[in-house]
């Protein structure tokens, strides 16, 4: 007669309606505690892998109306005027200026530059940096003409000087998604988005940190001061890259005037 009783030494197998066997239940006290370990580290991995969606703001709750200069620095923007409540004095402040979408507002600035002007848009902004989106059609800038006749007032007056020139590491950036339209608007995941915006005319600016871990940006021009496009950047954007240029405060802003043929792909 054959013996029907479990040999021990035989592989444990498990009934689900049974008691478990002792093997397996001090494995499974073993693995559950590892693999809930090995998640949570992994969680921890990815969180600190993902790039800072930022702090960021487009409000879209109502158009705003801005007054100020319209200049082309090389990209259109506004120098709007504000007064300095602790000496009241007359400062300027910059606001960038985009259309709707991934297009630039070239178009509508440039035919104003120089004149006063009154625009409706949406802002964005981000760090103390703001930018305007415009609304509607042409009629979303216009020039603001004196109808009492009197001679039209001159713009203001810009102080530029430069920093001197510096190697520094980042990545190019489009603005308006940066500044508030995506979070995060920066890295490789974008870099397809951001590099239509730059094409389609949305200011490019170039993202890196200080000694202390404190983000810095500044506008991105070519070595002449002009549109940065006309350089041959575009293939980096996004990219973590090491790039040589002079650094010049324009008022209120900083510029990097980056030279393409210093430009480093670093590994990401």
Same mark, same amino acid.
């Given at each position: 007669?054959?013996?029907?009783?479990?040999?021990?030494?035989?592989?444990?197998?498990?009934?689900?309606?049974?008691?478990?066997?002792?093997?397996?239940?001090?494995?499974?006290?073993?693995?559950?505690?590892?693999?809930?370990?090995? +998640?949570?580290?992994?969680?921890?991995?990815?969180?600190? =892998?993902?790039?800072? *969606? $930022?702090? &960021?703001?487009?409000?879209? #709750?109502?158009?705003?109306?801005?007054?100020?200069?319209?200049?082309?620095?090389?990209?259109?923007?506004l120098?709007?005027?504000k007064?300095?409540?602790?000496?009241?004095?007359t400062?300027?402040?910059?606001?960038?200026?985009?259309?709707?979408?991934?297009?630039?507002?070239?178009?509508?600035?440039?035919?104003?530059?120089?004149?006063?002007?009154?625009?409706?848009?949406?802002?964005?902004?981000?760090?103390?940096?703001?930018?305007?989106?415009?609304?509607?059609?042409?009629?979303?800038?216009?020039?603001?003409?004196?109808?009492?006749?009197?001679?039209?007032?001159?713009?203001?007056?810009?102080?530029?000087?430069?920093?001197?020139?510096?190697?520094?590491? +980042?990545?190019?950036?489009?603005?308006?998604?940066?500044? =508030?339209?995506?979070? *995060? $608007?920066? &890295?490789?995941?974008?870099? #397809?988005?951001?590099?239509?915006?730059?094409?389609?005319?949305?200011?490019?600016?170039?993202?890196?940190?200080?000694?202390?871990?404190?983000r810095?940006?500044?506008?991105?021009?070519g070595?002449?001061?002009?549109?940065?496009?006309?350089?041959?950047?575009?293939?980096?954007?996004?990219?973590?890259?090491?790039?040589?240029?002079?650094?010049?405060?324009q008022?209120?802003?900083?510029?990097?005037?980056?030279?393409?043929?210093?430009?480093?792909?670093?590994?990401?």
């Amino acid at each position: 007669m054959s013996d029907n009783t479990p040999s021990q030494d035989k592989d444990a197998f498990y009934v689900g309606y049974l008691k478990a066997p002792r093997r397996i239940t001090l494995f499974s006290m073993v693995l559950i505690p590892v693999l809930i370990a090995i +998640g949570i580290a992994s969680a921890a991995i990815v969180g600190s =892998g993902r790039t800072d *969606p $930022g702090m &960021g703001v487009w409000d879209l #709750s109502e158009p705003v109306e801005i007054v100020g200069w319209a200049e082309m620095a090389p990209y259109p923007i506004l120098r709007v005027r504000k007064i300095d409540q602790a000496s009241l004095a007359t400062e300027y402040e910059t606001v960038f200026v985009v259309s709707e979408g991934k297009i630039g507002a070239m178009d509508r600035i440039a035919p104003l530059a120089g004149k006063e002007v009154h625009a409706t848009g949406f802002l964005i902004e981000r760090d103390g940096l703001r930018m305007l989106e415009l609304v509607g059609g042409l009629d979303a800038v216009e020039e603001i003409l004196d109808v009492r006749g009197q001679p039209p007032a001159l713009p203001p007056t810009v102080e530029k000087a430069s920093l001197g020139a510096y190697t520094l590491k +980042g990545q190019i950036i489009d603005s308006k998604c940066y500044l =508030g339209v995506m979070k *995060p $608007g920066e &890295g490789k995941p974008h870099k #397809s988005c951001a590099t239509l915006c730059i094409l389609g005319g949305i200011p490019p600016m170039f993202m890196t940190q200080n000694a202390d871990g404190e983000r810095m940006v500044y506008l991105v021009t070519g070595p002449d001061g002009a549109s940065a496009v006309q350089t041959g950047m575009t293939e980096y954007i996004a990219d973590w890259i090491e790039v040589t240029g002079e650094i010049e405060t324009q008022g209120d802003i900083a510029v990097f005037k980056i030279d393409d043929k210093t430009i480093r792909r670093l590994a990401s």
